[in-house]
């Protein structure tokens, strides 16, 4: 999380200029339905399961959790902060989280 950022800074629904920003920075999420979206394809159900628990320690720390879902190899992502009504950067530091536990 970015330090100069505040809680509820972090938690404000991004602008549509700010959002275009963001994306360019996460080549590999795109915006569904108002969600960041992601879908990921590892070796195996290990793999993919380990990630899910790998991000889920991070989700704790941001009191900030995922729509996602597994089947075998796959991990299907959606983030959102319902509070705000779409997208914030707490959706953004997910998604970087999440590509960093991909060694993106």
């Known amino acids: ?3 100069h950022q505040s809680d509820d800074e972090l938690a404000e629904r991004l602008a549509d ?12 999420w795109s915006v569904v339905d108002g969600k960041l979206h992601r879908e990921i394809v590892l070796a ?8 899910m628990a790998h ?10 959790h995922p ?5 075998y190899n ?11 009504g779409g997208l914030t950067e707490l959706d953004v530091t997910l998604a ?9």
Request: without cysteine.
């Open 1 to 3: 999380m970015p330090e």
């Open 17 to 28: 200029d700010e959002l275009a920003k963001r994306l360019a920075e996460l080549p590999a």
């Open 44 to 51: 195996d159900f290990a793999e993919a399961f380990g990630l």
């Open 55 to 64: 991000v889920a320690v991070w989700a704790e720390r941001l009191n900030h």
């Open 67 to 71: 729509e996602w879902s597994n089947v």
């Open 74 to 84: 796959r991990v299907t992502i959606d983030l959102v902060t319902h509070d705000a």
């Open 96 to 104: 970087r989280r999440i590509d960093r536990a991909l060694g993106e």
